[in-house]
């Protein structure tokens, strides 16, 4: 029998949260007729064994619904997920971490939002820390040239919870009412796997962050509307499987030069980019005189100024 739900999830040096969360999803999706894809993307930490050995041991209670795909090399988040899609047979698909677990039934309660308002075409839900506090990073507004000059001249890092200086963020907005969004964060991403195929899945070029940015934007172009609901909602551990902070922030960096790159008008885009050397100037001026690590994303200009190069 054909799943409804194709959910995909890519495992990078993080097994025993990987292991966590698929058991909160076997525990708490009861209404959903899954199949679960997980990717193994080269972590050389004994994790396919550990995969391996979860899939004997609860053999009687996945009852064929995990499928372990395994890759020699790390081949980034999109294009992993981009693996899985191609042998997932569901009419859905969600993008689920590995560093996440599944609360009250969020993953049914995600499909239900899905029916009740299929203009969307993608949803999303509310995320929390470990101690239940609010993780406002379920969903994004797009960049604009206003948010990169706040950004730039320090005025969102001073006022963090203004609408008005840091727009993207939301600050105002709890996660606590159904809404129209620009970007829903790839952590609990749902799409219908026909907008999926339209969109041609990620862009494999972004290896790390940005990809659903991108794929959201794409999919806005087309008609989408994507939303949240506050009714499915799961604990994101941010970043476990992330690199150190300075290796981050020079990732995060290239892929939103990349979206501008990509997604900004050519009038646009010249603007955006000088933003982003006036920040990563600035930030390395203060981190200099503090004497902090901080001054390398200066130093790193080069790597991410091009954004990422298109994938061959």
Sequence with gaps: ????????????????????????????????????????????????????????????????????????????????????????????????????????????????????????????????????????????NRMTPWSLFCMALGLRALCPGSNLFNPEAMPAFKRDAIREVDIVVGCFLLISREDWNGLGGFNPKYFMYGEEADLCLRARARGARPAITPDATIMHLVGASAPNDVRKQTLLIKAKVSLVRDHWSRMSRPFGLMMFLVYAGAKGLLATLKGSQDASLWGTRREWFGGYEPSS
């Design 1 to 140: 029998m054909t799943p409804r739900l194709s959910i995909l999830m890519v495992n990078y040096k993080t097994k025993d949260l990987t292991l966590a969360s698929l058991r909160t999803v076997f525990a708490q999706t009861r209404a959903t007729d899954f199949e679960l894809i997980l990717v193994e993307n080269g972590s050389e930490d004994g994790s396919r064994e550990a995969f391996e050995d979860y899939l004997q041991q609860e053999a009687e209670t996945i009852a064929g619904r995990l499928r372990l795909v395994h890759s020699d090399t790390n081949l980034g988040f999109a294009r992993a997920n981009n693996m899985a899609a191609e042998g997932a047979r569901g009419e859905f698909l969600l993008l689920l971490n590995p560093d996440t677990e599944v609360l009250d039934q969020a993953i049914d309660r995600l499909m239900e939002f899905a029916n009740s308002r299929p203009e969307a075409r993608i949803w999303g839900g509310r995320t929390v820390f470990r101690d239940n506090s609010l993780n406002a990073a379920s969903c994004w």
